[in-house]
């Protein structure tokens, strides 16, 4: 098996058009109800994370980690991204990744080697 290391920004389209929903009163401002802020509001997003651990399992794919950056938009220029750490030998797993954050997420993978 190969670790790739993919990094994943919010798309900004997607970003742009959620403000436009904050704003325009159809979702909730991030706030006490809402603490976890972009995307948090959308239940199409919501649906696709929640599916996100059946996808990878059904295609044999083992999710090492995942991680987020905290205190700061992601979708900011020059925040630093989230990071999803992946095991397989497949390189159309990472297209079907890519593919099933469309349109929501931006992610690209980097293969990382151990010596161990």
Partial sequence: MSIYIGFQKPN??????MNNKF???ELPLP???HPYGMGNGDPRLNEIASGFPAFLEKKGIKLI???NPVGSGAHH???HP???IIDTDN?????AIMNYYTPFIDISFRRYNSRY
């Fill in 12 to 17: 900004s389209q997607y970003v742009e058009w």
């Fill in 23 to 25: 704003l325009e009163g």
């Fill in 31 to 33: 706030g006490e109800s």
């Fill in 65 to 67: 980690g995942r991680y």
């Fill in 77 to 79: 220029s020059g925040n």
């Fill in 82 to 84: 989230g990071i999803l």
């Fill in 91 to 95: 390189d159309q797993d990472l297209n």
